[in-house]
């Protein structure tokens, strides 16, 4: 029997979904929430909007620190779709600086994008 050979974007999906899944993550998106329940890039816009998630400003993916709240915006859906097309098509540039445990998160305020 043959069975398919996982591809590279599978692999990478569902090691991106355990951390979104896992409860550190979750209480941690939470809390941040309760703290930021307005969109910052839509507030940032002037605009009124509810948080649906939390957004890591420097990807995880290029050494942006995970659980620095420095590093953490609070987005609506529509604003975390924009910025992961951005991300994709490598058109978001974020001036970062690194923290204590040499993680990387942004330097000065975050622009509207
Ligand atoms: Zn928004």
Known sequence: MNYAKPTYRQDYQ????????????????MDYRKNNPLCENCTRANIVALAKVCDHIVA?????????????????RHCDQRKRRMERDGKIVIDFKTNEAGELIPRGEVQVF
């Open 14 to 29: 569902s090691t991106s979904n355990n951390f979104y899944n896992n409860r550190k993550w979750k209480g941690f998106s």
């Open 60 to 76: 995880m993916k290029v050494g942006g620190a995970k659980y620095d709240k420095a590093n953490i915006q609070a987005l609506c």
